[in-house]
Every structure is written in structure tokens, then in C-alpha cells.
């Protein structure tokens, strides 16, 4: 369905931009667009791709919280030598950054997984 899309838009495109029909013939293009664009169908399907990206990136403040309280629990503490929490200090962000960027991914595939579907449903129609 995506290569569809992008083909039907990139023929778009190019023939709004290569055309030498002026003005008139690109407020009509646009006009059709934006009929489209407001169909229920369409519409409906852009709610559910932004529900899916709002509920998959709910998931990222959580990770960086937890990342940035393991970071400062790592350099705190009178126990250990300035050189040594700083060791662990970068040690903690670098697990850190691991944490947040695989709660990132698995916020894009969740977004894929969803968007995938609302593809599949849309080619059932």
C-alpha cells in the first residue's frame, strides 16, 4: 500500500511541478487533494497511525527518567574517588543511552507494526 501511496504522489508531484497549465490547473489539483485528504476512510486511518505513535512514544520519557537516575546514582557517592565516579559515571551512560535507544526502537516497531496493519486493512477495501 506505501509503494502505492508514494507512486500516486510522486506522479503528483511531478506533473503539478512539470505542467505548464498555470495556476488554475493547480488549485484544482489541490482542491482534489484536500477532498481526499478529508475523507472518513482517510482521515480514519490517519487517527489510528497517530493513536500508534502516541501510545509507542509514551513508552520514551519513562526510559530516559530510569536512564538519567542510574547515571546520577552512578557518579554520587563519597565512597569512591573522583576518578572512579567518573568511571562509573560514563559506564552508566553509556548503558543508559543503550536502554533509551532500544526503548526508541522498540517504539518504531511498534509504530510499524501498527501502521503495517492499518496498510493491510486498507488494501482489504
Excluded: C, F, H
Amino acid at each position: 500500500m506505501r509503494g502505492k501511496v508514494g507512486l500516486v504522489i510522486g506522479l503528483g508531484v511531478g506533473y503539478v511541478l512539470g505542467t505548464r497549465a498555470g495556476r488554475e490547473r493547480y488549485e484544482q489539483i489541490k482542491l482534489q487533494a484536500e477532498k481526499v485528504w478529508n475523507l472518513p476512510p482517510v482521515q480514519e486511518q490517519v487517527g489510528k497511525v497517530q493513536d500508534a505513535a502516541k501510545s509507542a512514544l509514551m513508552a520514551l520519557p519513562t526510559a530516559v527518567w530510569n536512564s538519567a537516575v542510574k547515571v546520577t546514582r552512578a557518579t554520587t557517592g563519597s565512597s569512591r574517588t573522583p576518578g572512579e565516579r567518573l568511571d562509573a559515571g560514563l559506564d552508566a551512560a553509556q548503558d543508559a543511552a543503550d536502554d533509551v535507544a532500544a526503548a526508541a526502537e522498540a517504539a518504531a516497531a511498534d509504530v510499524k507494526k501498527r501502521v503495517g496493519s492499518v496498510d493491510d486493512a486498507t488494501d482489504g477495501k
